[in-house]
């Protein structure tokens, strides 16, 4: 029981750590730099989208269409670029996102409804007009230097993205240990009617969480078409899952209320590192979903065990509440 | 006593209307500073619709609400908390997975700009805590504390509001008789520094140990308020349900019989040792004891839900071997817990759904549930247990607390135990309900059936069992009889201390 507990707190260490060690020793050359780098870039993807939808789970709701802004996002900025330049282009593009999370949000608020099944709609609709407005094709930009531009790796290992994603995890940390409306974010996830009544602004906080969300995705789709200098349709379509399974790895629970940056970071790096080892023995794409499959029902076992065990030998309500000295002595 | 006498509260005429009910109708209460006000009243009288109303939850369909001198509108629980009106509920309604500092100061944590100032709000609700004496640490995440220390971290978050008005709903519920002291202690705090308060129990003891006036609700109407003094439980009884209740505890004499349930030396290596006892046909016997005595532990070992380590159980002189709940079941045990919410109903379901529950099979017919006799049954456990209102197909969760009670007991007896055991069955449940589950109780017995029933009330111990276990940190006591009860007697035993 203490030892389970052990491996559930530190669970994302030591699955990062089992993660890379496994594949350090089935795939050679796996520890390098350059492996490393190019983990780091694919992870960063994943981990712009993984740091919204935290949020979101934290505060008890969840974002399903964080692929299908991702690519909508993109191929707006892409679109744009020969229209109004490539940097207003791109925050058009991000703004795309950021309204695609305020529709969510808006929805989810106004309509009370359950934001699983609000985003699987939107998520449909954002995937379609991305279809309709580049007639499933996909879109170039303007200049292809860009692109390299963006790819380029510095100190070996880092690229802009991935600096980019190390600092909002970082940033993410510190806001929701140590700033008021991060604290609400739990309150609100694990207790909405306590948060309520002691005057928290639940709404708000859900509503700027998946304005937060979207407009990561807007990014991260952005981001993905200046460096690939194309806009397509079906990009980002299994985005989700990864970026959900990223999260829950990192000890994020969807039913709200749990979760924090860095373990986000781990499950994130965790993902990338799993999909990079996979590619490199050349695991054919099916498999490398199995394989997340497996190891996200590992954690959700692993998590049971600990949580009912807990339960079971922890103090019971009954046990504290018995007292038949106030309730049945004479007056 | 204090001298103060403004008015802190003026509620005049207020009417509450839900569609279809008429939840409170032209009730007028006021409350003083520097008082203790207790409302009472039987489940369903209007006393939580009331409350919610001084909360801000509901807004009333007539009537106003005078707080201070000025007449107010609450559209919100912010908006009450805006006038020092703050509310302890029942049922803990805290975060658990924010720390206990965290709660103290939910909604309004303390902070420069969006930053949070944790230290300082440590020290903060370490220093409220300590007044209250709570022994809790600021840090700990709340839900790794015990109920009763929840209950305390949600007094102490409205005490650090420095409130005018405090609600406290039924909040010695889950506190032991040392917590329930420190509590009377801060409230005449409160009260000697002007605060109003409003205490709502159904211990109507603890109502005249610390209220200086009582207000009576019944059916939605006010009956009456008065002070306490002078005042005797008996009278607000009377006063609650609107008829004398002359023997709140009745004992129904039943022949007994041979022995039904027997447990010899049983251990669960932690919780209880070496507990032994037998319930007969025809019996009711009772398990009461202190904090912690093992009572419940007991008695869910019994019937599979954890282990023993040492000793037999046999039922109808046979032993048998319990590992599951299920086992139990088929051996002719059914248990009815304490946590009606958490153990007892399934909430979305109706009455019908979880009262056939356990003996689907017995109602199933290749594979198919056979809906007549589902009605059937159904149909007969609302007469049988006068469940009210009598509609099989309403969602338990809509009923009150006693109907659903009613409604667990009968789910249990419809799978024809020959034991029966009941968890602190009128817990939170109103008198006249109380009655109704002492009656049926009494029937059960009438008919053969051995109940064991777990309970902290010495009067319903007293006057309901045929004869009692004492438990104390483990041990049992050898049981007493009918006529060697007395509330001295089992005190004695649950604290180990022998009178002079």
């Known amino acids: 029981m203490r030892f389970l507990s052990l491996v559930s707190q530190h669970r994302v260490v030591i699955i990062l750590g089992l993660t890379l060690v496994i594949s350090a020793l089935l795939v050679p050359g796996y520890l390098s730099a350059s492996t490393l780098g190019l983990g780091l870039d694919r992870a960063a993807t994943i981990g712009l989208i993984a740091v919204g939808l935290t949020v979101l789970l934290i505060s008890g709701q969840i974002d399903l269409s964080g692929g299908a802004v991702f690519a909508l996002a993109g191929i707006v900025s892409v679109i744009l670029q020969r229209e109004i330049g490539i940097l207003p282009a791109a925050i058009v593009g991000i703004l795309v996102g950021t309204l695609a999370g305020a529709i969510n949000g808006m929805l989810v608020v106004g309509l009370k409804v359950n934001s699983l099944v609000l985003t699987l709609a939107t998520m449909l609709i954002f995937r379609s007009l991305a279809h309709w407005i580049t007639n499933s094709q996909p879109v170039t930009g303007t200049d292809i230097m860009l692109s390299l531009a963006l790819a380029k790796i510095y100190l070996d290992v880092f690229t802009l993205r991935s600096v980019l994603f190390i600092a909002l995890i970082v940033l993410l940390h510190f806001w929701l240990t140590r700033t008021i409306p991060g604290r609400n974010v739990f309150a609100v996830g694990s207790n909405p009617a306590a948060a309520k009544e002691s005057g928290i602004a639940s709404d708000r906080i859900v509503f700027l969480g998946f304005v937060f969300a979207g407009t990561l995705a807007g990014l991260a789709g952005v981001l993905q078409s200046l460096v690939t200098n194309t806009g397509s349709p079906v990009f980002g379509s299994e985005l989700t899952v990864a970026v959900i399974a990223a999260v829950v790895v990192g000890g994020t629970r969807l039913e709200g209320g749990k979760g924090s940056a860095l373990g986000t970071l781990g499950g994130v790096l965790t993902i990338g590192s799993l999909t990079i080892a996979m590619e490199f023995q050349s695991v054919p794409a099916y498999v490398q979903q199995v394989v997340s499959g497996l190891i996200l029902i590992l954690l959700v076992v692993l998590d049971r065990a600990v949580t009912t065990k807990g339960r079971a030998s922890g103090t019971r309500p009954a046990l504290v509440r018995d007292n038949p000295i106030t309730q049945g002595g004479t007056t | ?500």
């Open chain 2, 1 to 500: 006593m204090t001298v103060a006498a403004d008015c802190a509260l003026d509620m005049r005429g207020i009417s509450k209307n839900f569609p279809g009910v008429k939840a409170l109708s032209n009730v007028n209460f006021a409350v003083k500073f520097g008082t203790v006000h207790a409302v009472v009243g039987e489940n369903g009288a209007g006393k939580s619709t009331l409350m919610k109303i001084l909360n801000g939850s509901y807004a009333p369909t007539s009537g106003t609400i005078k707080v201070g001198d000025a007449e107010v509108r609450m559209r919100r629980p912010a908006d009450a908390q805006a006038l020092g009106i703050r509310m302890v509920h029942q049922e803990i309604n805290l975060v658990p997975d924010l720390t206990v500092a965290e709660n103290v100061y939910l909604g309004r944590m303390p902070g420069k700009w969006t930053f949070l100032r944790k230290r300082e709000m440590v020290r903060a609700a370490a220093a409220v805590l300590d007044e209250l004496g709570a022994a809790i640490n600021p840090r700990e995440r709340l839900g790794n504390l015990s109920i009763s220390q929840q209950q305390l971290v949600e007094i102490a978050k409205a005490y650090a509001a420095q409130p005018r008005i405090i609600v406290l709903d039924e909040p010695t519920s889950s506190l032991s008789e040392h917590e329930t002291a420190a509590l009377f202690r801060i409230l005449r705090k409160m009260r000697d520094d002007g605060i109003a308060i409003v205490y709502i129990s159904h211990r109507l003891k603890e109502v005249l140990e610390i209220a200086d006036e009582v207000t009576v609700l019944r059916d939605g109407s006010m009956i009456q308020t008065r002070p306490i003094k002078g005042i005797k439980a008996a009278d607000m009884i009377r006063l609650m349900v609107g008829r004398e209740v002359s023997n709140v505890f009745p004992k129904s004499p039943a022949a007994i019989g041979k022995s039904v349930l027997r447990v010899e030396h049983i251990s669960d290596g932690q919780r209880f040792r070496d507990v032994s006892f037998e319930v007969r046909a025809g019996e009711i016997l009772g398990l009461t004891g202190l904090v912690g005595a093992g009572r419940t532990e007991v008695a869910r070992a019994i019937f599979g839900l954890s282990r023993l380590v040492e000793g037999t159980v046999s039922v109808n002189g046979r032993e048998v071997s319990i590992n599951s709940p299920s086992q139990a079941v088929r051996a002719g045990i059914a248990y009815v817990p304490e946590d009606r919410k958490g153990d007892g109903v399934v909430p979305g379901m109706s009455v019908r759904e979880n009262i056939s529950l356990p003996i689907l099979r017995r109602l199933t017919r290749f594979g198919r549930i056979s809906r007549s006799a589902d009605r059937a049954l159904a149909r007969d456990s609302v007469k049988q247990f006068s469940i009210s209102p009598p509609d099989g197909e309403r969602r338990i969760s809509l009923l009150s607390g006693g109907n659903q009670q009613k409604a667990v007991i009968a789910k249990w007896l419809a799978a024809k135990p020959s034991a029966l055991i009941l968890d602190e069955p009128t817990r939170g449940v109103d008198v006249g309900a109380k009655a109704e589950i002492h009656h049926i109780i009494g029937q059960l017995v009438a008919g053969g059936m051995a109940v064991v029933m777990i309970s902290s009330e010495l009067p319903e111990i007293l006057g309901v069992c045929d004869r009692v276990v004492v438990m104390r940190d483990g041990y049992a006591s050898e049981p007493l009889l009918r006529s060697e009860l007395s509330e001295e007697r089992i005190m004695a035993l649950a604290t180990g201390e022998e009178m002079a």
